[in-house]
């Protein structure tokens, strides 16, 4: 998935129907039963109200086959992800953390060498030759790379693991990426947060940045543009910041323009178009015309609303209160994970994009194997008859 990103909604959804095939070979019907049990959780309940809401937000929306298009995508990427994260974990073979961590430094390693050699592997291959054309890859990377290590850190390969985050972290950091940059630093801050300091402080840290995402998106434009050092811009030439803030001021003014319900799902594509941005000036026009905000958060805001933003924020808050149920050293993992989502999301790519999905559900199937283990336990994959012994949250 990190070298074919725009394929892993495929990767996704292909390992999610095997492992389904598997799971009805193994449990016939039951297969259902852990599918659909999560799904009357409060979680679950907050997550198909969210996905609820999109659909309903088709009514309003000036254009429902192009929302009907990327909710298609998305839907099933999210699928996909979901039935990997649950199925997964609890048949993960002994050779599946070591074969995944070697492929991820395999990804790593070699887009190190293609940035070296000035992409020469590319050009020989008649492919893009841009340097942004890693950016997907190390944001998948960026993803995996914590819960990976996390399972072979508690099997008890900690060189493996620290090896594996080393090279992760040279790669990014090679790379013009400053969203994967941003999310290394942000997932590393709080793994240490919640893992050196007591863990309400974690969860407490966690909860706040997450609130203040989805607080401080509508007016994010608005408060660069005041406290923005022309000297910041000339250093973050290479990210497009002056673009980024005017965009970002553009969807804010569209977003107050229906503040409420939004736009509709998945109009991003064609928001110059909207209702919401005709009374705007032609100057924020171009801008609305990029595809999206490059904030997934100021998107759910455009797109669906305060409503929207109060579902997307409650699923957030029920997974923090998820992660504080686990043991102290998983539950510095998943807040890391968290801190490196948040992060990324406030900054770069569509909210709906399903490589980005994709990812997200390979990184919390890694997380969930990590669940499954503790430090003093042997090196052997969970029993493929059981279901992890975690507690009913984190299912």
């Given amino acids: 998935m990190a070298l074919a990103n725009r394929s892993s909604p495929l990767v996704i959804a292909i390992a999610a129907l095997l492992f389904l095939a598997g799971a009805v070979t193994e449990r016939g019907t039951g297969a259902a039963g852990a599918?659909?049990?999560?799904?009357?959780?409060?979680?679950?309940?907050?997550?198909?109200?969210?996905?609820?809401?999109c659909l309903v937000s088709f009514a309003w929306s000036p254009f429902p086959a192009l929302s009907g298009q990327v909710l298609s995508e998305f839907a099933v990427t999210v699928a996909g992800a979901y039935g990997v994260a649950r199925l997964a974990p609890a048949r993960m073979p002994a050779w599946g953390p070591p074969l995944a961590a070697g492929l991820l430094a395999g990804a790593c390693l070699f887009i190190m060498a293609s940035l070296a050699l000035d992409l020469a592997p590319q050009q020989a291959l008649g492919q893009r030759t841009a340097l942004y054309m890693f950016n997907r890859s190390l944001l998948t990377v960026v993803l995996i790379a914590g819960p990976l290590a996390a399972v072979l850190?508690?099997?008890?390969?900690?060189?493996?693991?620290l090896a594996l985050l080393g090279v992760c972290a040279v790669a990014i950091l090679r790379s013009i990426s400053g969203a994967a940059a941003l999310g290394l630093l942000a997932g590393l801050l709080l793994f240490l947060v919640a893992r050196l300091l007591p863990k309400r402080v974690g969860v407490s840290v966690a909860g706040a940045v997450l609130a203040l995402a989805f607080a401080l998106s509508p007016v994010e434009g608005d408060l660069l543009h005041r406290v923005m050092p022309e000297a910041a811009h000339e250093r973050l030439i290479q990210s497009s910041s002056r673009a980024r803030v005017a965009i970002a001021q553009s969807f804010?003014?569209?977003?107050?323009?229906?503040?409420?319900?939004?736009?509709?799902?998945?109009?991003?594509?064609?928001?110059?178009?909207?209702?919401?941005?005709?009374?705007?000036?032609?100057?924020?026009?171009?801008?609305?015309?990029?595809?999206?905000?490059?904030?997934?958060?100021?998107?759910?805001?455009?797109?669906?609303?305060?409503?929207?933003?109060?579902l997307g924020a409650l699923i957030g808050f029920l997974v923090v209160r998820a992660a504080a149920a686990l043991p102290r050293r998983q539950c510095a993992v998943a807040l890391g994970l968290l801190g490196t989502a948040v992060a990324v999301m406030f900054v770069e790519h569509g909210a709906w994009q399903g490589?980005?999905?994709?990812?997200?559900?390979?990184?919390?199937?890694?997380?969930?194997?990590a669940c499954t283990l503790r430090p003093r336990e042997a090196d052997r994959p969970a029993p493929a008859t059981s279901q992890p012994s975690v507690s009913g949250s984190v299912r």
């Fill in 35 to 53: 599918l659909l049990r999560p799904l009357t959780t409060p979680l679950g309940a907050a997550g198909l109200a969210f996905l609820g809401w």
């Fill in 153 to 161: 850190a508690l099997r008890g390969q900690r060189l493996a693991a």
């Fill in 252 to 310: 804010g003014a569209a977003v107050r323009a229906a503040p409420w319900i939004g736009s509709g799902y998945g109009t991003g594509a064609r928001f110059a178009e909207v209702p919401a941005a005709q009374s705007l000036g032609p100057e924020m026009h171009v801008m609305l015309g990029v595809g999206h905000p490059h904030n997934s958060f100021l998107q759910i805001w455009s797109e669906l609303g305060l409503v929207g933003a109060i």
């Fill in 355 to 369: 490589w980005w999905t994709a990812g997200c559900g390979a990184a919390l199937a890694w997380l969930k194997v």
